[in-house]
Structures are given as structure tokens and as C-alpha cells.
């Protein structure tokens, strides 16, 4: 879900994956953490107002 999301809109925020994936915001951020510490995601800020967004691949 969250994969689909960030390829529709490009990014996403802890209150969106909360939302989208029926959990609470705290469960959220261990979820997106997660998935940019396995380098699919990448968190951009640091405060209010981070989100995360899709790596782009490269090829080579």
C-alpha cells in the first residue's frame, strides 16, 4: 500500500501511512523507519513537515 501511494503522489507522511494503513502515528513511523533503513524509502526533513519519498533506482 504505502509502495503504491508514494508512486502515485511521490512522497508520504507519517499521518498519511497512519491513515492508509489503519495504524497509529507512532506505528507509522516504525513502518516508514523500516522501509528507509532498507533503502526504500528516503526521509527528507528532520521536524514537522518530513515525509518520505521513492528512491530512484540507477542502473549500472
Do not use: P, W
Not at 10 to 35: D, N, P, V, W, Y
Not at 50 to 60: A, F, P
Amino acid at each position: 500500500m504505502v509502495n503504491q501511494f508514494v508512486q502515485a503522489h511521490g512522497k508520504i507522511t507519517r499521518a498519511e501511512a497512519a491513515e492508509l494503513c489503519h495504524l497509529s502515528e507512532s506505528q507509522a513511523f516504525r513502518l516508514l523507519k523500516g522501509m528507509s533503513e532498507r533503502g526504500l524509502l528516503k526521509r527528507v526533513g528532520n521536524d514537522r513537515g518530513t515525509y518520505d519519498e521513492r528512491v530512484e533506482k540507477t542502473r549500472g
